[in-house]
């Protein structure tokens, strides 16, 4: 049994975004026009892209770009193996930047230990 019904929420997820383009087309059609804007420069491959996004979407806890980005990584040829990488690497990043933070709110702690009430 999966977490969750990923087949089903996807069609509901293009549906709404249909819907969505129908109330706000320029929403939409922005988000379109943001969406292909990498695969202009074609620097990156399709696949790296997808597991870029893949990464950045756990990172985000967006599941609507799990879903997405899923689909179109196993369409281009990515294995589980590839994107359980991709998925460590932005697994350490958040690691790295909640370490970045603690430090941060230690120092925001000191700072606040200097003021005189």
């Given at each position: 049994m999966h977490m969750l019904e990923w087949n089903l929420y996807r069609g509901q997820l293009i549906a709404g975004v249909g819907e969505l383009a129908k109330r706000s087309?320029?929403?939409?059609k922005g988000y379109v026009t943001l969406s292909g804007a990498g695969?202009?420069?074609?620097h990156l491959d399709a696949k790296t892209r997808e597991l870029i996004?893949?990464?950045?979407a756990i990172t985000l806890r967006c599941d609507g770009c799990i879903v997405a980005h899923v689909e179109a990584?196993?369409?281009?040829?990515a294995s589980r193996e590839e994107?359980?990488?991709a998925l460590g690497v932005a697994v350490t990043m958040n690691a790295g930047a909640a370490v970045v933070y603690a430090n941060r709110t230690l120092d925001a702690f000191a700072a606040a230990s200097e003021v005189q009430p």
């Amino acid at each position: 049994m999966h977490m969750l019904e990923w087949n089903l929420y996807r069609g509901q997820l293009i549906a709404g975004v249909g819907e969505l383009a129908k109330r706000s087309p320029d929403t939409v059609k922005g988000y379109v026009t943001l969406s292909g804007a990498g695969q202009r420069t074609d620097h990156l491959d399709a696949k790296t892209r997808e597991l870029i996004s893949l990464g950045v979407a756990i990172t985000l806890r967006c599941d609507g770009c799990i879903v997405a980005h899923v689909e179109a990584a196993r369409k281009l040829g990515a294995s589980r193996e590839e994107i359980a990488e991709a998925l460590g690497v932005a697994v350490t990043m958040n690691a790295g930047a909640a370490v970045v933070y603690a430090n941060r709110t230690l120092d925001a702690f000191a700072a606040a230990s200097e003021v005189q009430p």
